[in-house]
């Protein structure tokens, strides 16, 4: 056997999971930086219409992203899965079949942001000096997709070709750039949300350059080879089926805030749409630090899975479970002593709108500990190879949040719209509860299954 399939059996459970997560965790920041540091640069030298003008841009980008994010997970999870079955040729023809998809899927998405992003941007009820910036911002991201999808995508093949830490370091150029390109854009030159857009993009286009020359260098495990003879639609539909979960949740992601954006503008303001828009921020950091540890859950549960080891599968989602439980109660802790300290970050002149950001926060975000259980599920059933169950929990948190937040509004005003998330979530945790003891059920019964260890191990008794 090869070393590289052999590491993780001379690794504990807790060593192997942490090898991945700590790398996932500093990427999902890294590369949610992009966002959060166009808010803070936006918030302070714009103001409240251009906070408005990016939230409402940002379902639109999402599209691009959420690309990405299928291909870098769903490759990324077959990647791994290849590997605890040794079997390094599957490997090979899904990476070369997630860099065709790349290229396709980018294309589609930069046609689409053409065609219907203005539209998206109505719906919204965006006017104004919001929609105007709004426009400038995601005019310069349809030009660009193909950078946008392919620098989310590669830093997760990446990081599943057994480097983790390179593809951190990626991402650690990216936002790098990225802050002193928003710095020299918006604050020197103050082109405002389209400075902003360019500063994103231009930081994403060198990580696709550095991810590309890394699989095409002598240093990549698994490298990639332009040969059409390669590309399988069939294998691209695994592809897509298996990290599906991972787009609609990026679509959830972009409804949901689009509806907010809507309802915000029906009951309340701009301010309130600005208001919204930091305490996304806020809440994106801790989505960024509980995807990055579930995601860095998926490659150590991926390899058990494959070699059958079931007691190491649960021994890994316990941990995260507990790790994820920490990091939102500290977080919800965290936003409630300190509430003007983490506002700051985004506007300090602006009354009327820090005031509706403390009471945005506090309502919209108590509930972040259900947000967490629901990722490391969604992660866990990709990892597995369950991509339909992990569908199933992406649709139905996107499809459950619906008429709460279609009601509540009507029933308490911009507060009913702040607190529509969170009941939601612990709706949808109660009715997802019988599909997780079914899964316990199965990985118990699959841990009863011979694996190939205990066959040979059998073996070489009879033989002796």
Known sequence: MSNLISKPSSLTVSQHFWKYAIPSIAAMLVSGLYQIIDGIFVGHYVGFEGLAGINMAWPVICCIAGVGMMIGMGGGSLLSISRGENKPEDGQRVLNNGIALIVLLSIAAAVFIQLWGESLLLLQSASGANYTMAMDYIKVFAYGAFFTAAATALPLLVRNDENPGLATKLLIVGATLNIALDYLLIAVYPLGLKGAAIATLVSQAVVVVLGFSYFFSSKANTKAKLNLSSICFSQMKHIIVLGSSSLFMFLYFSFIIALHNYLFMKFGSAVH????????????????????????????????????????????????????????????????????????????????????????????????????????????????????????????????????????????????????????????????????????????????????????????????
């Open 273 to 464: 749409v600005a208001a919204f828009a930091i305490v996304g921020y806020v809440a994106t950091t801790f989505f960024l630090l509980a995807e990055g540890i579930a995601s860095g859950m998926q490659p150590p549960v991926s390899y058990y899975y494959g070699a059958k080891e079931v007691n190491n599968i649960k021994a890994t989602v316990k941990l995260a479970v507990k790790v994820i439980m920490v990091l939102a109660v500290s977080t919800v802790t965290f936003i409630n002593v300190f509430p003007e300290f983490v506002i700051g970050f985004f506007s300090s002149q602006d009354q009327a709108l820090m005031t509706e950001t403390l009471i945005g926060m506090r309502l919209h975000l108590f509930a972040l500990v259900l947000d967490g259980l629901i990722f490391i599920a969604t992660m866990y059933f990709m990892a597995v190879n369950q991509g339909g169950r992990s569908l199933t929990i992406s649709l139905g948190n996107m499809l459950i949040q619906i008429p709460f937040l279609l009601m509540l509004p009507y029933l308490l005003g911009v507060n009913g719209i702040w607190l529509s998330v969170p009941l939601s979530n612990i709706a949808l945790c109660i009715i997802l509860s019988p599909l997780i003891f079914s899964e316990i059920k199965r990985i118990n019964q699959l841990g009863e299954q011979p694996t190939k260890r205990d066959l040979h191990t059998f073996s070489e008794l009879n033989a002796s």
